[in-house]
């Protein structure tokens, strides 16, 4: 991974593990529609994830590491890091696979694969190693209140809302 101060960023434990991933892809734009219809619009901004891990409902000492690294986080302040990396169907460099690039944090999506390998938002430096084997997003929590819900039967249900913190 890209620095020292990337690597030395708690994780969100991997155990256990989300059942799925909900994403959205923010590209920061402005419009204007005039009273004939038409459109106009221009970006102004770069471009980031925001990403929702939904788990399985489990019981709450299965819970628990999730729980408590939420509780450490103290809300929307505290920076840290997410694997994606098991989320994916196959690994590799396959088209809408998640990559990082070695010299820098962000997440980035392969966009194509043939002739030539592109990847959403492109790299910033050229010379840069592509990551797949193993992938991060930099993130903090969306909101500071996170909600923990537990059913009648007992078992805790989480959904993490996450943003990419570049």
Known sequence: MPSSAFSSLEALPLVPAPAGLRIQSSHRSRISQAESGRILSRSYGG????????????????????????????????????????LA?????????????????????????????????????????????????????TRDVQEVSLGRDGLVRLELDLIERL
Not at 103 to 130: C, Q
């Open 47 to 86: 471009q980031f994830y925001q990403v929702s891990l939904v788990y399985n409902p489990m019981k709450r000492e299965d819970a628990g590491p999730i729980i408590a690294f939420l509780h450490s986080r103290k809300g929307r302040d505290s920076i840290f890091k997410v694997e994606l990396s098991g």
């Open 89 to 141: 169907e196959a690994s590799g460099a396959r088209l809408a696979n998640f990559a990082n690039y070695d010299d820098d944090t962000k997440l980035h999506l392969i966009t194509k694969t043939t002739p030539s390998l592109e990847v959403t938002p492109p790299a910033r430096a050229s010379g840069s190693v592509l990551v797949t084997d193993t992938v991060y997003m930099r993130a903090s929590l």
